[in-house]
């Protein structure tokens, strides 16, 4: 009910439209999208609108172009659960926002709460009440859990469905019969339909079906053993595999769900573009997010259960299953480390831990009624209740959080300059990140989703640009790292975060000196102490005057939470708005660069060699005259932004036969006045394939005299070969 109580009230935060709930979780926006697309024909599908379906002109128009073509789903039984909820609101005559977020929340938390109350049941039986007590305060107060307990996101519902496994796999170890083995197939395939948790439970799964199997068996035999365990090992998967086609039937339908998943799952055991993830980052995240003490109290309480109790299978189980899930990720998902995966690890780890708690207070009597036990169960109470409290702060955070989430710079930024940028009509603006900018204010806006790089710059001419800064991420450790190429194609490509907002990881100082194209126009959130660029604020507090922290020591635990939730919103991250000045950045693009959006030139084109190839390289370009009607035909391009004096350029032949005798190399500035620059003859490649067959491209470089720059450019055939036509593969100029 408390639990309840703290989330309930702020479940329809930002789902006013698509574009708001895409701004704080990209989850939320995506499983959203799904519900939506399972009430279109074919009904049922969550990848109706993810797949072929999700071309622009399908999506409905209230998703503003947002587009998740060829992304997953985790699973069909999250959202099946919510569809039936939606289905008849939706028939009713209700919205889709912020009518289904809600449901999907409703889900989310209430999976929650059913997690808990399978935690707080299996270590009652298994463990005792005092224990069940202590790990179920944990688990209540675990940050991760809360956070992905309350977001539109199927995680909780796995959680649920591992403890619930767990129970059925001890049951069906004990007693070895049908019915328990049945259920240990339907929570596995109901597992592997909320999120591809099946592989999770194989070892806990195999393991329950030997002990049951032996119970089984009457002769103890191994022939009739490892018969037994192959039949109802079988019949598992069979009745698993049943029951994922039920509550994901459209895997099996069409071919998106594998497809994609095996293209994701490729990108994600892959070494991550973003930052290196190995098994020891896992594991450092383990530690870190448990602490030593209370492994430490694990081990203990696992030494203990192990010497005290008859029946060690409840510890033996649910180790394994921890251990399961740790290696799993911390061995296959090397793109990034997400400790919310972890939360049945950490409840195992505080299971234990609980049960040495419970070994403790049972000695407590031991000690008489002198003043040792007053010590020993004063001592106990005090450990607790700190340790509580520190996590019960934390815990209180997010509901708090949740319902500040206006004061959000993603969020702000957009109120700032609808009020702001109307004035200057319609402008185009990029992000780099999700930030809230009012569709009816502000319509023209592009999301890279990731970092904002010169080369989107010039693909996109935004009027402005957004970069956002995180107080700990990936991103902050590679602005501290080495600066890459301004153009480099890296699609993590960071420089002009370090251009625009400084190289050092724990600061911002916003500093245009280098960027003369671009003009600072506002800023929020967390920003360097001192840097004068709108609010001053250090994430750690380390800038806060001593007698502020001294008085918010004091305050009471709900007021230093609000503080803490206020804090973590307004300046979790910095968003910095610049003005790009088209004319001078668009001086500045490398000739290089600018020949990747240039315009194809041509005085004839045969009808199945168009001049683009001499851009894109990808096929050739030759004339539709041959022979001594060709002299005279040439192909060449306009550059986009401006002018250049290129020092040579490059052709890519196809055949030698195609080949003019010599060349004239023209520029020009406005297209039509041209000055040549030189007549240079081509010279015959050393390979016989490519003199003969023209089965090798080659590649020949013309050393330009000095010039001025100019906009035009073009290669005209000077002289060429009886009865051969003049083409080529492509044109580049450095």
């Not at 067959?693 to 073009?714: A, D, I, K, S, Y």
Request: some cysteine; overall charge neutral.
């Amino acid at each position: 009910m408390i639990f309840l109580a703290l989330f309930l009230p702020t479940i329809a935060r930002h789902a006013d439209d698509a574009l708001m709930l895409a701004t704080f979780i990209d989850d939320d926006a995506l499983i959203t999208m799904q519900l939506d697309g399972m009430t279109a024909w074919p009904y049922g599908n969550p990848a109706q609108y993810l797949g072929p379906g999700g071309a622009p002109g399908v999506i409905p128009a209230h998703w503003y172009n947002i587009n998740y073509q060829e992304l997953p789903y985790y699973g069909g039984l999250y959202p099946d659960l919510a569809f039936l909820i939606w289905m008849p609101l939706k028939l009713a005559g209700l919205p889709l926002f912020p009518t289904g977020p809600i449901i999907l929340r409703l889900l989310a938390i209430g999976f929650s709460v059913c997690t808990l109350l399978a935690a707080y049941n299996f270590a009652r039986r298994s463990f005792g009440r005092t224990a069940a007590m202590v790990s179920l305060l944990f688990l209540a107060t675990e940050s991760q859990l809360i956070f992905i307990g309350t977001v539109i996101h199927p995680d909780s519902l796995l959680f649920f469905l591992m403890i619930v496994s767990l129970g059925v796999c001890l049951r069906h170890a004990a007693d070895g019969g049908t019915g328990s083995l049945v259920a240990i197939g339907i929570a596995a395939g109901l597992a592997q339909g909320a999120k591809m948790g099946g592989p999770l439970l194989v070892p806990v799964t195999v393991l329950a079906i030997c002990l049951g199997s032996w119970r089984h068996v009457q002769e103890r035999t191994a022939i009739s053993l490892i018969a037994c365990i192959s039949r109802r090992g079988a019949a598992v998967f069979v009745i698993a595999l049943a029951v994922f086609a039920l509550t994901t039937p459209y895997a099996f339908v069409d071919s998106y769900f594998f497809r994609v998943w095996r293209a994701w799952a490729s990108t994600f055991t892959s070494e991550s573009p973003i930052s290196v993830t190995t098994f020891w980052d896992w594991l450092s995240t383990l530690r870190t997010r448990l602490g030593t003490g209370l492994i430490a109290a694990a081990l203990l309480g696992a030494c203990l259960f192990i010497l005290r109790e008859r029946n060690r299978l409840p510890l033996i189980f649910a180790a394994l299953l921890g251990l399961t899930i740790f290696l799993y990720y911390a061995l296959f998902q090397k793109f990034w480390v997400q400790p919310q995966y972890l939360v049945i690890c950490y409840w195992v780890v505080a299971l234990s831990a609980a049960y040495c708690v419970q070994f403790v207070v049972s000695i407590v009597p031991a000690f008489g009624q002198g003043r040792y036990q007053g010590v020993v169960a004063g001592g106990v109470v005090l450990a607790i209740s700190l340790f509580s409290l520190s996590r019960l702060e934390t815990a209180l955070v997010y509901p708090i959080r949740y319902a500040f989430w206006r004061e959000a710079p993603n969020y702000i930024v957009g109120s700032w300059a609808s009020a702001n940028l109307k004035a200057v009509g319609n402008p185009k603006i990029l992000i780099d990140g999700p930030a809230y900018f009012d569709p009816s204010q502000i319509r023209d806006v592009y999301l890279r989703g990731g970092p904002v790089r010169y080369e989107d710059l010039l693909k996109f001419l935004p009027d402005y640009f957004l970069l956002t800064r995180y107080v700990d991420n990936w991103q902050a450790k590679k602005i501290a790292g080495p600066k890459p190429g301004h153009w480099d194609p890296d699609l993590f490509n960071i420089r002009l975060y370090q251009d625009l907002l400084g190289g050092d990881k724990d600061a911002i100082d916003v500093d245009t000196r280098s960027t003369p194209f671009a003009s600072h126009v506002a800023s929020f959130g967390w920003m360097k102490v001192g840097s004068g660029e709108g609010a001053v604020w250090d994430p750690d507090g380390t800038y806060l005057p001593a007698t502020v922290r001294r008085v918010l020591d004091e305050v009471p635990l709900v007021t230093r939470a609000a503080y803490r939730a206020w804090r973590d919103v307004k300046f979790d991250r910095h968003v910095s708005l610049f003005k790009l000045d088209r004319e001078v950045f668009m001086q500045s693009v490398p000739v290089a660069m600018q020949i990747s959006s240039a315009r194809p030139l041509a005085s004839s084109s045969a009808p199945d060699a168009p001049p683009d190839s001499i851009i894109l390289g990808n096929d050739n370009w030759r004339s539709a005259k041959q022979g001594l009607e060709a002299v005279g035909e040439y192909v060449g391009f306009e550059l986009p932004f401006a002018p250049a004096a290129p020092k040579t350029i490059v052709v890519r032949w196809v055949a030698w036969h195609w080949c003019p005798e010599s060349i004239e190399i023209e520029a020009s500035d406005d297209g039509s006045a041209w000055k040549s620059l030189g007549i240079f003859p081509v010279k015959e490649p050393a390979d016989v394939a490519s003199r003969n067959q023209g089965t090798n491209r080659w590649e020949e470089t013309f050393t330009l005299p000095v010039t001025t720059p100019h906009r035009f450019w073009r290669i005209k055939a000077h002289a060429m070969k009886d009865a051969n036509y003049f083409g080529l593969e492509r044109i580049r100029i450095q």
